[in-house]
């Protein structure tokens, strides 16, 4: 069973920057598939950023550029930068041993989940 912890969400004025972690835990990670969602007020959960076995890495169209994903044995990271109002959301980590291929930033592809970290921009 893996366990997932996130931390390092705040508050951020909007063109700022900001680094989130999730540390992983109960399993060897290593070859898991990871991604970041996010879920703002009123809104829907959408895929943000994810990273499969290796160094492939997926991004939402609204983060490309702006966001960047990484990981370091058992912790993923996603680092944002010129953070506007509306990347204002809870922000979780996800992991699964196996992802169908596209399907990267589909919530229903991971089994485990954290119970997220909430980052605010404010303009």
């Known amino acids: 069973q893996v366990q997932l912890v996130e931390s390092g969400g705040g508050s951020v004025q909007a063109g700022g920057s900001l680094t989130i972690s999730c540390a992983a835990s109960?399993?060897?990670?290593?070859?898991?598939?990871r991604a970041w969602f996010r879920q703002a007020p009123g809104k829907e959960r959408e895929g943000v950023a994810a990273?499969?076995?290796?160094?492939n890495t997926d991004y939402a169209d609204s983060v490309k550029g702006r966001f960047t994903i990484s990981k370091d044995n058992a912790n993923l990271y996603l680092r944002m930068d010129n953070l506007k109002a509306e990347d204002t959301a809870m922000y979780y980590c996800?992991?699964?041993?196996?992802?169908?291929?596209?399907?990267?930033?589909?919530?229903?592809?991971?089994?485990?989940w954290g119970l997220g970290t909430e980052v605010t921009v404010s303009s």
């Open positions: 109960g399993a060897p990670t290593n070859y898991y598939y």
């Open positions: 996800a992991a699964d041993r196996a992802v169908g291929r596209h399907r990267s930033l589909d919530g229903t592809s991971y089994t485990y």
């Open positions: 990273i499969d076995r290796g160094v």
